[in-house]
T-cell receptor, first 112, second 112 residues
Framework: QKEVEQNSGPLSVPEGAIASLNCTYSDRGSQSFFWYRQYSGKSPELIMSIYSNGDKEDGRFTAQLNKASQYVSLLIRDSQPSDSATYLCAVRISQAGTALIFGKGTTLSVSS | DGGITQSPKYLFRKEGQNVTLSCEQNLNHDAMYWYRQDPGQGLRLIYYSQIVNDFQKGDIAEGYSVSREKKESFPLTVTSAQKNPTAFYLC???????????FGSGTRLTVV
């Protein structure tokens, strides 16, 4: 069974701080990695994708990938109360075509 | 505007009844997916289709059926064999480059 693991949280940070969200995956052949944000009662929204080892930055978000350690992370700089949501890590595994396997998500709470 | 439309937004099912959830996309995406989300859980893959007239089972296909007769449409039927169908159902589609998905707004199914 191919798995994607995340700490469920909640992760609590003060406004303006850096939030660090982590994800590990079991399929060593995985090539594509995604972070989704999901507000309560809403559908997930894609915020970052990463395919190569290293860092990828987009505004306040930075995704980090280490395939050797099978680890992907999301950093949110200058966290805002509007960032409070559940963050889902998703991995495209080699055995499921184009389908993504999701972790259970980490709930982030940013206090003002 | 391009997007994915799921209907209905809320659906109530009686015991022993089959219900069908609609998913329509106008993004010209080849691949479409169905996921189920239970409270506090991540997304679990039910079925996916990478091309018209073809689909594959995901991790939790038992008690569900799908069809893919048109590129734009991927309806999901929740059959009476699905003993615990109360959940949030999400449909998604993806383009040929293997990037992230676009999700519909979801259907919340409740057994009454």
């Amino acid at each position: 069974q191919k798995e994607v693991e995340q700490n469920s949280g909640p992760l609590s940070v003060p406004e303006g701080a850096i939030a660090s969200l982590n994800c590990t995956y079991s399929d060593r052949g995985s090539q594509s990695f995604f972070w989704y944000r999901q507000y309560s009662g809403k559908s997930p929204e894609l915020i970052m994708s990463i395919y190569s080892n290293g860092d990828k930055e987009d505004g306040r978000f930075t995704a980090q990938l280490n395939k050797a350690s099978q680890y992907v992370s999301l950093l949110i700089r200058d966290s805002q109360p509007s960032d409070s949501a559940t963050y889902l890590c998703a991995v495209r595994i080699s055995q499921a075509g184009t389908a993504l396997i999701f972790g259970k998500g980490t709930t982030l709470s940013v206090s003002s | 505007d391009g997007g994915i439309t799921q209907s209905p937004k809320y659906l109530f099912r009686k015991e022993g009844q089959n219900v069908t959830l609609s998913c329509e996309q106008n993004l010209n995406h080849d691949a479409m997916y169905w996921y189920r989300q239970d409270p506090g859980q991540g997304l679990r893959l039910i079925y996916y289709s990478q091309i018209v007239n073809d689909f594959q089972k995901g991790d939790i296909a038992e008690g569900y059926s799908v069809s893919r007769e048109k590129k734009e449409s991927f309806p999901l039927t929740v059959t009476s064999a699905q003993k615990n169908p109360t959940a949030f159902y999400l449909c998604a589609s993806g383009g040929p480059t293997g990037g992230g998905y676009t999700f519909g707004s979801g259907t919340r199914l409740t057994v009454v």
